[in-house]
């Protein structure tokens, strides 16, 4: 239908140049102890439904809202993580307008002073981020609909992207390195499935080449709603490219209306949800309920408050892996998505001093032990203590053990912990290499294998591999095999 | 029973006797409350009685057993319908809340309560607080007990003729454009509202946010001060209040500056200004300084503030749309039922304003009314500000005109807003005001002086009222 060339799409049947233009609406519940507005617990997804409600957050007339600041601080800090800039003056709106599931018939969101504006991530420029409340969950049955006002008033932060993207993948790149900053700051569970962090995208093709700040450059856009997986995000772009081109050039009828749509993925495809005429009249203005804030004089939403208590950012933690370890891509951002496993990495690579060291710690923990979390083995990482891990990986280094041996040792730390020595010792790990003591075993075998002995000694060298097992065998796996290759050699020339 | 002689108790005088033992709560409550039973058919003051009133008479007259009792122990009020308390009716006196049961107290009901009021029951007032005259009640007109051919005013009318006509000591009503004022003027009894952000909002229905006080009103400024007093102070329900700190610094004086703003007070009735004279003359004879000063801005006020509360309003009702609780109507769809159920509970005025409000909030509009009306509030704080370094107090008639006749006013909703013209500075500003009855106009009616101070010196404007008897 159409080609990619330097950055932009040639139509097919017109030649016309093609820029596209993504921009993403990203919005994420924060994980604060208590509700938005009042003090009721936010858990909007392990309780009965109405249980955690209150005047509040059920809009009962004469309730009033309660700022959280913790939500407010959360969405600061993210601000912090992404050079973003922190708003010396801010306040609350009312975003008007009638649903059920909208308890008071206003959101109480920010509109012209969002908490933070600017910064960038994944290579993405931020327009904003702001704070407001979540809506109630509603459930629609057939001949009614049910509300369950738990989630209602639970902190939700709102981040915008500038018009800057140009395609599917670095959208997902994008919402996936949110997510990641998301649970390292350990601001938001920011789960797709749960509904945690929810991704719209607005995908609009222009002729007139990209964002350059004048957004009237911008063709008609849509917004695709209720994408529920990254994998569906970057469908869901790819899909409404591909339509809005087909239309653009004539292919298919129609034309790109200003609307909202949402992914069938049975259809794998976007519907129409509903069209807007025009921009939605939500009235806003500043909630008389809530103070203004001016945060330069309250010091503890100051920047370097705030980044007092930023963790080691992803990008840092990259690098560092990256420079320090350098251990396998793939393994760092396995750390990153499994911090358990990272914190093992980086206790245990603090007893270890080389590169070599480094790597085998690494292909131990991201391939046998998270083999041993994903199996379903009765026992738990908080049994594999960093410093065991590290003389665990010693002794492979120093031959003792044998990778058999390894992950032997590694089962038993997972289910009962211990020490690596003490495992290695009641499990008989630890490899043999002592010559002389070797020596005495294999005379015995080579005694008892006569015939073998003999059709070596004749030539049949290939026979070296079955004294070894032996070899093994009688050691109960505790030999180092070369050395145990290298006494047979010698006792068999003789 | 001991008779106890209601028209001219105060707070304090029932208090001692209580303590005395010259008679029990029981006694003194029921007193009242035979007053409801005589008056209230007539006067529909309140709108009924809540049903905890043995219990709370129980506990008041064990404060006093216990020696906990302080002096609002067992003082018997009345409630503006509009004010939440737990479990019993409190409707707005509209029809979309006539069975609403509050689901809590406001800050206000619980910190009274704690200290041994008795709430008798919800007192009438205009739909939501809509109005000047209760006429916008869906339950019927609050009759002014001095003349009952004639409207006690409002919003709060039902919480002031209940003081008047001896049916409580004392009430809360709430005060957004001079609804606690107003109808104290016409009925001749006291009414406070302090500085915005003094008293928690917490569980008063909002008609304007951001101009809403709870306030007292009582026969005396003492006893408005006692309420006043224990209701006051930061709230952890409304962010907007004032640490309770707030008014420890302030020095009352001997004698006061006193401004008038003549041209403003000029648009009064001749029997208002007649009063109004009078009262200025024994100002001066007490000692106090009267300038008349000019201040322009005044005659905006009533602009800025109705585009202000439309605006206000028309979010504040929003949620009234028998979801979750209140009537319901049915409709064919989600819409049908909003438009059914909000078409059906809401009066007329109610009506006026959400569609004023929707309109100057609106894309394309909002610009053009509402923010120009915040840039002049803003505007009217600067020139209040300067006007209060030359003067204590800002002095004029709490109302232009007397009580009106019954009807005068339906159907007129300009004429009414323009009663509004002294009283709404003081929500604009968020300055504390003040109503205090004056005199009579020859044909029997009173009439109301208003008093207004800058942020946060409420005492003062107490303090005068009490120096001067009131």
């Known amino acids: ?494 | 029973m001991t008779s106890i002689e209601l028209k001219t108790l105060s707070i304090k005088k029932a208090h001692d006797a209580l303590k005395a033992g010259e008679y029990t709560v029981r006694e003194l409550v029921d007193a009242y409350l035979a007053e409801v039973e005589s008056s209230n058919g007539d006067i529909n003051a309140f709108l009924h009685l809540f049903t905890d009133i043995d219990e709370r008479v129980e506990l008041a007259q064990q404060m006093f057993t216990d020696g906990t009792a302080t002096e609002l122990t067992g003082i018997p009020m009345g409630l503006k319908a509009i004010i939440a308390k737990k479990g019993q009716v409190t409707n707005a006196s509209s029809k979309i809340l006539e069975n609403y049961k509050a689901t809590y107290s406001a800050t206000v009901v619980e910190r009274l309560e704690a200290v041994g009021v008795i709430f008798l029951g919800s007192t009438n007032t205009d739909e939501f607080a809509m109005g000047g005259t209760t006429e916008n009640s869906a339950f019927g007109v609050t009759k002014n007990p001095t003349d009952t051919s004639r409207v006690a005013g409002g919003s709060s009318g039902g919480s002031i003729a209940a003081v008047a006509a001896n049916m409580c000591l004392a009430a809360l009503g709430t005060d957004t454009g001079g609804s606690i004022r107003e109808p104290a003027s016409f009925c001749g009894v006291l009414g406070f509202k302090g500085t915005y952000g003094a008293v928690s909002r917490y569980g008063a229905y909002p008609m304007g946010s951001s101009f809403d006080q709870v306030s007292p009103t009582a026969k005396y400024a003492a006893d408005a001060e006692l309420v006043q007093r224990v209701m006051r102070g930061a709230d952890e329900y409304d962010m907007t209040c004032l640490p309770s700190n707030t008014w420890e610094s302030k020095v009352n004086k001997d004698k006061y500056n006193i401004a008038i703003p003549s041209s403003l007070v000029d648009g009064s009735s001749d029997e208002v200004k007649e009063v109004f004279n009078k009262f200025v003359q024994e100002l001066k004879e007490a000692g106090h300084t009267i300038e008349e000063v000019e201040i322009p801005i005044l005659d905006t006020v009533l602009a800025i503030y109705y585009v202000l509360i439309f605006a206000e309003v028309s979010s504040n009702t929003a949620r009234y749309d028998g979801m979750r609780y209140g009537l319901k109507a049915e409709g064919s769809d989600l819409w049908d039922e909003y438009k059914k159920t909000r078409g059906k509970g809401f009066g007329d005025e109610v009506k006026r304003r959400i569609m004023l409000g929707t309109y100057v909030l609106s894309a394309g509009y909002a610009g053009k009314y509402y923010e120009k009306a915040l840039d002049l509030r803003e505007q009217l704080k600067v020139e209040l500000k300067e006007m209060f370094k030359q003067y204590d107090f800002i002095l004029t008639p709490t109302a232009p005109v007397v009580a009106p006749k019954i009807g005068v006013m339906a159907g007129d909703p300009l004429t009414e807003y323009l009663m509004d013209i002294f009283t709404v500075t003081a929500n604009t500003a968020g300055i504390p005001a003040i109503s205090m009855p004056t005199g009579n106009t020859p044909g029997g009616l009173p009439v109301g002086a208003q008093l207004m101070a800058a942020w946060e010196n409420d005492d003062a404007l107490l303090d005068i009222a009490k120096k001067l008897g009131k």
């Open chain 1, 1 to 494: 239908m159409t080609e990619i060339k330097d950055n932009k799409i040639i139509g097919k049947t017109t030649g016309k140049e093609y820029f596209v233009t993504i921009g993403l609406e990203i919005h994420a519940e924060m994980n604060t102890e208590t509700k938005m507005f009042c003090r009721c617990k936010n858990d909007p997804f392990n309780s009965q439904p109405n249980t955690h409600i209150c005047p509040v957050c059920t809009g009962q007339p004469g309730a009033l809202p309660y700022v959280n600041k913790q939500a407010c601080k959360n969405v600061m800090t993210v601000g912090v993580a992404l050079g973003s800039d922190l708003a010396d003056f801010s306040e609350f709106d009312r975003k008007n307008y009638f649903y059920p599931d909208i308890p008071k018939a206003y959101q109480i969101s920010q509109y012209q002073y969002p908490l933070v504006s600017n910064g960038e991530l994944s290579g993405v420029g931020i327009e904003r981020i702001h704070m407001e409340e979540d809506t109630a969950t509603s459930t629609h049955k057939a001949s009614y609909s049910l509300v369950d006002y738990n989630r209602s008033s639970v902190p939700l932060m709102e981040l915008v992207t500038m018009p800057v993207i140009h395609d599917a993948g670095t959208a997902m790149k994008f919402a996936k390195e949110l997510q990641l900053l998301l649970r390292t700051l350990g601001v938001s569970g920011a789960s797709l499935e749960k509904g945690e962090m929810r991704i719209e995208a607005n995908i609009s093709i222009s002729t007139n080449g990209y964002f350059d700040g004048d957004f009237s450059k911008l063709g008609t856009k849509t917004e695709v709603k209720n994408l529920n997986s990254f994998k569906i995000v970057g469908q869901a772009i790819d899909f409404e490219v591909a339509r809005h081109l087909a239309i653009l050039e004539g292919e298919t009828e129609g034309q790109i209306v200003q609307e909202t749509r949402g992914w069938d993925e049975n259809k794998q495809a976007t519907f129409s949800q509903r069209t807007k005429e025009s921009a939605d009249d939500y009235r806003y203005f500043p909630d008389p309920d809530i103070p203004k804030y001016k945060f330069s004089d309250l010091p503890e939403f100051s920047k370097d408050e705030l980044a007092k208590d930023l963790p080691e950012l992803p990008w840092d933690k990259r690098e560092r892996y990256g420079n320090q370890y350098g251990i396998k891509s793939e393994d760092i951002e396995f750390y990153l998505q499994n911090p358990t496993f990272g914190d093992i990495f980086d206790s245990a690579s603090a007893e270890l001093n080389s590169t070599d060291e480094y790597k085998k710690l690494s292909n131990y923990i991201s391939s046998d032990m998270a083999g041993l979390e994903k199996g379903g083995e009765a026992g738990t990482l908080d049994n594999m203590k960093g410093k065991e891990v590290a003389e665990m990986v010693k002794m492979i280094v120093a031959s003792e053990l044998s990778s058999r041996g390894a992950k032997d040792m590694l089962l038993e730390m997972y289910k009962n912990g211990g020490t690596a020595g003490n495992i290695a010792e009641s499990k008989g790990l630890i490899q043999k290499s002592d010559p002389e003591e070797l020596k005495k075993t294999i005379l015995e075998i080579v005694e008892a294998n006569k015939a073998q002995a003999d059709a070596y000694k004749a030539g049949e060298e290939k026979l070296l591999q079955y004294f070894v097992g032996q070899g093994m065998k009688a050691t109960q796996g505790s030999a180092n095999p070369g050395v145990l290759a290298q006494i047979f050699k010698e006792v068999l020339k003789s």
